[in-house]
């Protein structure tokens, strides 16, 4: 795991300065605290910050080929890189190295751009060729890594983090309203846009070309609901998952470090522990988190549960109050764009413990997303099932239940808001909604010369152009496909990535690699989802390994209690924040009905993820604007 930059100057004459690149690396030094390199060769610069996990001594980046015409720096890891390997010394390539980043080169060198196809893994690099003189760089199929890059007239920038890009002074800050509107809207950023309107995110399954002063995107790879499974059993599909599962969490075993897995005590992080213990003859550490207060779920007797049953050396520790507003502005800091995400600030605490034992982390994240484990898919459909029944009375009725909804229960107001409707039209993603406080009261809590300013940033026609290589679909698939692209990359994955590397740790999620997704996409919706019951084919795969208490217990990950934290005892510095005179300044939210809010928050307790938002942003503003 490391941090990337290049900076490619489209004037071939003009030359990069090594300061030029030394300044864009300095911020992302977390990313690789075990070595920094550079290349320069004219109008381009790459340089590299390391975190050493395979091929500990081998593997220093920039790296180049034998003849030093390609050359490379890249974040992630290789999971196949062995097979490959093998390959491509079968045909003739000679390795300097055991490392995964080698194996990339002598593919480019293969196949040109089409290498990336062959790369299992997680990963974001940029390649320069010599010969060519052409800067290819590609993102992993999912987004488990991050890229962003930067355009202007004169200069194109790549970084694994936007702050590398704005350490040059030469690029814009200005903020991107549209953009801001959509968190509002998403609770995070989708697609390609940033809260800077000069730099965007390199997609998943994307990559990019710069060639005599052009730059191209395109893409490699999408998730495709075939059904070429269709007519496999449940049994065998149980089978078949299962022998995959421990396949692919041997994969993301490999590493020259110790290597932990991080413990929330639900099914799917447990379920890859124990595939884990499988993989390896060593002991191996696990970890999770705890909350302070009463009337807080407590995940760790599960997760000790866990442990105990597969005989790790586990560690557990618990977060106060004072701890989740400490980092908050950290958070900000590392997360760069907006995401309305506290259970990142228990991610950063538990990565920063096992920081101390390991420096690789095994996760679960995924697991819900491929194989429909959120309540959220039963309930749309069940209100598509109803809808058609309802016929034209169906929006009728659903506008009378979100009137209802607006005073008594959000999830009437969302529900309803939903009935009738295209899926374009209500499903903004797992999280969002026509229906949540933001969506359906922007005209009273917005400045209007912000909405004035973001116009045209409606998330309807976001979801419109998203879900169109998959219309025709059956629900199910189109909602797990909205949430794929959107919700994982967007908001899990880039927690999952910069707030570990905040702690300078790898987090690898052997349930989103690309084969475990294709292989879930292939089978038809009753083997993930029948009636409540998500999850089914993976938790009958899970069920060979795991106790029953694990198994059927209900879904919580990392349940941070932020929302009773906020209004509680961080009450009086959540107004110092939301109520200051810079928070009034900012133009985009009018200050009578932030303060409403906040007063409704203490009372009622509703609208946590809402106050939690609005702290993001100023906090942003403060820190990164």
Known sequence: MCGIVAKLLFASDDRIARPEI????????HRGPDGQGIFLDGSIGLGHRRLAIIDVDGGPQPMTNEDETVWIVFNGEIYNFQPLREILI???HTFRSHSDTEVIIHLYEEYGVDCVRHLRGMFAFAIWDKRQRRLFAARDRVGIKPLYYCQTPKVLYLASELKAIIADPAVSRATNPAALRQFFSFFYLPGEETLFRSIRKLP???????ENGNVAIQRYWDLQFTRERGSLSFEDAVDELYDLLGSTVRDHMIADVPVGVLLSGGVDSSAVLSFAVQGTSKKIKTFTVGFDGSQVVDERPYAQMAANRFGTEHFDLTITPEDFWGFLPRYVWHMEDPVCEPPAVALFYVSKLARGYVKVLLSGEGGDEAFAGYSNYPNMLKLD??????????????ALANFIGEYTSERMARYGDALGRTLEETYFSRTASPST??????????????L???????????????????RGKPLLDRMLYADTKTWLPDDLLVKADKITMANSLELRVPLLDHEVLEFAASLPPDHKLRGQDGKRVLKAAFS?????????????????????????????????VLLSDKAKSRGVTIARSVEKLVNEHERNGCCSKEIFSLLVVEFWHVLCG
């Open 452 to 470: 004035q300013a973001a116009n045209g940033a409606s998330a309807a026609a976001t979801m419109r152009t998203l879900l169109n290589p998959v």
């Open 437 to 450: 406080y933001f969506n359906r009261f922007s005209g009273k809590l917005f400045d209007p010369g912000f």
């Open 385 to 398: 099932r109803l809808g058609r029944l309802l016929g034209p009375l169906a929006r009728s009725a659903g």
């Open 90 to 92: 079968a045909r003739g």
């Open 22 to 29: 030394e300044a864009m690396l300095a911020p992302i030094a």
């Open 204 to 210: 998943p399954g994307h990559m990019l070309l710069a």
């Open 544 to 576: 060979r390994a795991l106790p029953a208490e694990i198994l059927n217990r209900k879904k919580a990950g990392f349940p941070v209690p932020y929302g009773r934290w906020l209004r509680g005892p961080l009450a009086g510095r959540v107004r110092d």
